[in-house]
């Protein structure tokens, strides 16, 4: 059992560091949003979001989808990167010395921080070499043209080169379901490139998120 002289020679608990009390700083007199690392945050309004869907889907049709989910690969390579670096700073040790709870946990808190919804992460499917992430309330869904195609392609985007970073593999991901087409949460499916497109027909033939999932876990079957 832990001592009272534990607690004393030990440094203090720390908490959430994506905690939007202490992580949300700035000066608001001048019109500034920070990190407590100082890095600078912007507020963008729903109506600029729609207008970038409505701006991509007039000039580029059905490429926009691509346009976006590479946005979020790119975005995704940057947030990586400060993500790791403040979190390992914060809790002084590297990643690799973190309990995945206490990565998970700061992952689902920075999501919710900078207002992109609420995450969970469901590693049920690892053994088959698939994560699935689930997300509410997500911006771009809201933003999105409604019932016209899966919308949160910056999320897969960000999802997938998070996670491909994080494994050192690369991953793809891919939107099983949506908000913007009447679904209670956004599902996205994270594995290796080449065997997430298996689910690029299923969704043209309309087959829902617990189907792909199930077809999925027997592909894996199969090539064992």
Request: a negative charge; charged letters at 20%; one cysteine or more.
């Amino acid at each position: 059992m832990i001592s009272i002289a534990d607690l004393v020679e030990k440094k203090p608990l720390k908490g959430n560091y994506f905690s939007p009390d202490a992580y949300v700083q700035g000066d608001f007199e001048l019109g500034l949003l920070e990190t407590r690392q100082g890095s600078r945050l912007i507020a963008l309004p729903e109506v600029l979001l729609q207008g970038i869907y409505d701006g991509l889907e007039e000039e580029i049709g059905q490429a926009s989808s691509v346009v976006l989910h590479n946005c979020g690969r790119w975005w995704g390579k940057s947030f990586y990167r400060r993500f790791i670096g403040e979190v390992s700073e914060y809790y002084e040790r590297p990643l690799s010395q973190m309990e995945m709870a206490e990565f998970i946990s700061c992952l689902k808190q920075c999501w919710k921080t900078h207002g992109w919804g609420v995450a969970e992460f469901d590693f049920d499917y690892y053994p088959q070499g698939f994560i699935v992430v689930k997300t509410v309330n997500s911006p771009f869904a809201a933003a999105a043209p409604k019932d016209k195609h899966f919308s949160c392609q910056p999320e897969a985007g960000i999802l997938s080169s998070f996670f491909s970073q994080l494994t050192g593999q690369d991953l793809g991901c891919v939107q099983t379901s949506c908000e913007s087409m009447g679904a209670e949460a956004n599902y996205f499916v994270i594995g290796l490139a080449e065997r997430i497109k298996l689910t690029e027909g299923w969704l043209e033939e309309g087959h829902d998120h617990p189907t792909i999932m199930e077809r999925l876990s027997r592909s894996e079957m199969t090539s064992l």
